[in-house]
């Protein structure tokens, strides 16, 4: 067994990237009309966007299909195989059926063609071969054809499987812009992700609402330091009549701390508090705090109802979690 140096590795690996991204930059320089009529029968398709494909290159089809689903194209996979064993079922007049075969001429594809045609689907091809049986009874062709694959033996599906990724891609993107797919949009469709969390979540359902660490105007030194270790936050709020007067934080009792040494227990909490501190109102989504967290470049916001009341607090913890 051959041992390689990290120079050799590091080489091998540099040379699989630069192969796969050679293939890719002059398969972006072919694409042509081709790529236009299949964006626009997608965007017309009434039904959804079945996918189908053999081996690797079924396996590319699989992420491809979650792709579109995933930004506001109705898709899902179709194994070639069950499709012919009764899965043709599955495929309604209204659909766009898109095939995957680097050669074209993968014998399952290929045996479920003549149902597509005779269904009325229109019939959207990827393969390697324009010249291919798949690619000449498709209604639009994409060709994904490479110089080389970037196995070692020139074999194993690698830079050929990067091409079809990449188009499958480029198909979910254009569809994106045309259909204003928005990061709201996104969001909707992923309610159990970071990022729908912070688009769909409001501020009310994360904040820190209970034992709030509120002091009066004339708290003094001792206090402050308890109520903010009880408060666990790392800060006390300043309120009187209910209305918000001011902050502390750790930090500024630490400083307070340092600067004023033995005076430092003759001041009270408005000596060193921030008046009209940063709020955000209870119904704003979390991604507004977020924002809010990093153009002032603050972990924490005071959180208020419609009247400016105090009703909680939240922390950039709390919106990563």
Do not use: W
């Amino acid at each position: 067994m051959n041992s390689l140096t990290s120079e050799e590795v590091l080489a091998l690996a540099r040379e699989t990237l630069h192969k796969e991204a050679e293939a890719l930059t002059q398969m972006a320089a072919t694409l042509d009309e081709q790529f236009v009529g299949a964006v626009d029968k997608i965007l017309a398709c009434t039904g959804k966007v079945i996918i189908t494909g053999m081996g690797k290159s079924g396996l590319v089809g699989r992420k491809i299909a979650a792709t579109l689903a995933s930004t506001g194209t109705p898709s899902f996979y179709l194994h070639p195989g069950e499709a012919f064993h009764g899965d043709l079922g599955m495929i309604s007049s209204e659909d766009v059926v898109v095939a995957l075969s680097h050669s074209g001429e993968t014998d399952e594809v290929l045996k479920i063609v003549p149902f597509i045609q005779s269904n009325g689907n229109v019939l959207i091809s990827i393969t390697s071969n324009p010249e291919s049986t798949l690619a000449k009874n498709s209604n639009f062709h994409l060709n994904v054809g490479v110089k080389e694959e970037a196995c070692i033996l020139h074999l194993a599906p690698t830079t050929s499987t990067t091409a079809q990724l990449a188009m499958g891609d480029a198909l979910a993107v254009a569809l994106m812009k045309a259909r204003d797919f928005t990061a709201m949009d996104f969001a909707r469709l992923h309610p159990g992700g970071s990022l729908g969390r912070r688009l769909l979540m409001t501020v009310g359902n994360v904040m820190r609402k209970n034992d709030l660490p509120v002091v009066a105007s004339d708290c003094g030194a001792t206090e402050m330091i308890h109520r903010m270790t009880r408060g666990g936050l790392g800060l006390i709020v300043v309120v009187n009549n209910g209305q918000i007067e001011g902050i502390v934080t750790d930090g500024d009792l630490r400083r307070a701390m340092e600067n004023l040494q033995a005076k430092f227990f003759d001041i009270t909490v408005m000596d060193i508090a921030t008046r009209s501190p940063k709020s955000i109102n209870m119904n704003a989504k979390l991604i507004e705090a977020e924002k809010m967290m990093t153009q002032y470049k603050v972990n924490s916001l005071l959180v208020t109802d419609d009247e400016g009341a105090l009703r909680g607090v939240i922390q950039i913890y709390d919106i990563k979690l």
